[in-house]
């Protein structure tokens, strides 16, 4: 089984901090995502990527940023985070374009 | 661009009754990924089913199956023999060329024993 792991399921910060949200998945996928998901509007993409050092914007990128150094690493950085950016965080790895496992979530709370 | 329309908020079933999910979508590719996922109290999103746009044939998974209308552009999941343990949110996904995975906004279904 694909095993995608995030490096907290909870998570609180202050405002203006700097958060680094890690995934790591064990499978050797090309393809990594990272979401966050809000009541009443879903999933939402922040990031994409498609191979090591390799990244396109999603829906919603702005306030954020990603780092792909490993191919099994996809981190979500949020260079100076804001209460609005509270949320719930999913990231997801897929080898192609038939399955897409997600990580358990992390519980982002800003301050 | 490729969007999802999950219209029903929320839906009660009775245990071992069955259950239908509705999901519409749009997209302008012609091969395509459907999806749909679930996610329980624990978070943890599950894919369910996958439907290939190519295919004619609806995709079934014990008892979840998919009623796939390409023409009209309709995704619906059907739960047969509903249980306690289904309950949780259900998400309709689709997945073009570029990989980008695009959600509804959910739908949670309780199951009432």
């Known amino acids: 089984d694909v095993k995608v792991t995030q490096s907290s399921r909870y998570l609180v910060k202050r405002t203006g901090e700097k958060v680094f949200l890690e995934c790591v998945q064990d499978m050797d996928h090309e393809n990594m995502f990272w979401y966050r998901q809000d009541p009443g509007l879903g999933l939402r993409l922040i990031y994409f990527s498609y191979d090591v050092k390799m990244k396109e914007k999603g829906d919603i990128p702005e306030g954020y940023s990603v780092s792909r150094e490993k191919k099994e690493r996809f981190s979500l950085i949020l260079e100076s985070a804001s209460t609005n950016q509270t949320s719930m965080y999913l990231c997801?790895?897929?080898?192609?374009?038939?399955?897409?496992?997600f990580g358990p979530g992390t519980r982002l709370t800003v301050t | 661009a490729q969007t999802v329309t999950q219209s029903q908020p929320e839906m009660s079933v009775q245990e071992a009754e069955t259950v239908t999910l509705s999901c519409t979508y749009d997209t302008s590719e012609s091969d395509y990924y459907l999806f749909w996922y679930k996610q329980p109290p624990s978070r943890q999103m599950i894919l369910v089913i996958r439907q290939e746009a190519y295919k004619q044939q609806n995709a079934t998974e014990n008892r979840f199956s998919v009623n796939f209308q390409k023409a009209a552009k309709s995704f619906s999941l059907k739960i047969s023999d509903s249980q306690l343990g289904d309950a949780a949110m259900y998400f309709c996904?689709?997945?073009?060329?570029?990989?980008?995975?695009?959600f509804g906004k959910g739908i949670t279904l309780s199951v009432r024993p």
């Open positions: 996904a689709i997945r073009g060329a570029n990989s980008k995975l695009t």
């Open positions: 997801a790895s897929s080898p192609d374009r038939s399955t897409a496992p």
